[in-house]
């Protein structure tokens, strides 16, 4: 096994296929989409951040790289986890991973972050708020006295 490899050996052979999946080999042939389904306790977090990190040190651009998950915690600890990852396997050459998973978050901030980006060209006002259904369910004055200090409120 080669040294660059060695941080694979942690997983087992059902998940290093898995990472391993699609990435160009010496022949250049890649490998078409992957869905993993396994249980709890099973290890797909540990094998999505090495999947990752598999990929960025075969040459991905890890600023071309979308890693969503459900919470802001999740994807902190998946973002972390791919950055150790990466530069235990890329040693001097870590450099990249300097804030490169720009594109990493949890599904509400990259979609808000997207509607940004794009809010003029589908007529967004780029400053919109986003409203949980409780809060977009109560009237536009007690919305307004939640996020507004009293002192400022209209009377």
């Known amino acids: 096994m080669s040294e660059a490899a060695a941080y694979l050996e942690c997983l087992n052979p059902q998940q290093r296929r898995a990472v391993e999946h699609g990435v160009a080999d010496l022949s ?12 709890a306790g099973s290890g ?24 969503m998950t459900f919470s802001r915690r999740a994807a902190a600890e998946m973002t972390k986890r791919v950055e150790r990852i990466s530069r235990k396997a890329m040693g001097d050459k870590a450099g990249i991973m300097t804030d490169a998973l720009t594109w990493a978050g949890t599904f509400h901030g990259i979609g808000a972050r997207l509607l940004r980006e794009y809010a003029e060209q589908i ?11 409780a809060r977009a369910a109560s009237p536009p004055r007690e919305r307004a006295s939640r996020s507004i200090p009293a002192a400022l409120m209209p009377r």
């Open 28 to 39: 250049g042939a890649t490998g078409g989409p992957l869905l993993v389904i396994a249980g």
């Open 123 to 133: 007529g967004l006002n780029p400053a919109f708020t986003i409203h949980d259904r």
């Open 44 to 67: 797909k977090t540990n094998t999505l951040a090495h999947r990752v990190a598999h990929l960025i040190v075969n040459g991905a651009d890890p600023r071309r790289i979308l890693l």
